[in-house]
């Protein structure tokens, strides 16, 4: 079975879900479009103003280092 990049992109997000949990937050996965993977930032994350820093430090950076195929990550309201 061939892994597609959005299944990839799950497991690694249900690896991440924990610590943003344990802060009162979360991430939902929207999509993943040409390398663009959008999510949602949701609890405390969603009004939280380091999100952007979890974001893009966070789970960008964590998603590219497991999953290649990923450019970047883009929130969504």
Do not use: W, Y
């Not at 959008?38 to 952007?52: D, E, L, N, T």
Request: aromatic content about 2%; glycine content about 10%; some cysteine.
């Amino acid at each position: 079975m061939n892994e597609t990049v959005k299944d990839k992109v799950e497991k690694a997000i249900e690896e991440l879900r924990p610590h943003l949990q344990a802060d009162g937050g979360d991430v939902e996965l929207f999509g993943v479009e040409n390398g663009i993977v959008k999510v949602k930032m949701k609890g405390a994350c969603a009004g939280c103003p380091m999100s952007a820093m979890t974001l893009h430090q966070g789970i960008e950076n964590f998603l590219k280092k497991k999953i290649p195929e990923v450019v970047r990550v883009e929130a969504v309201q």
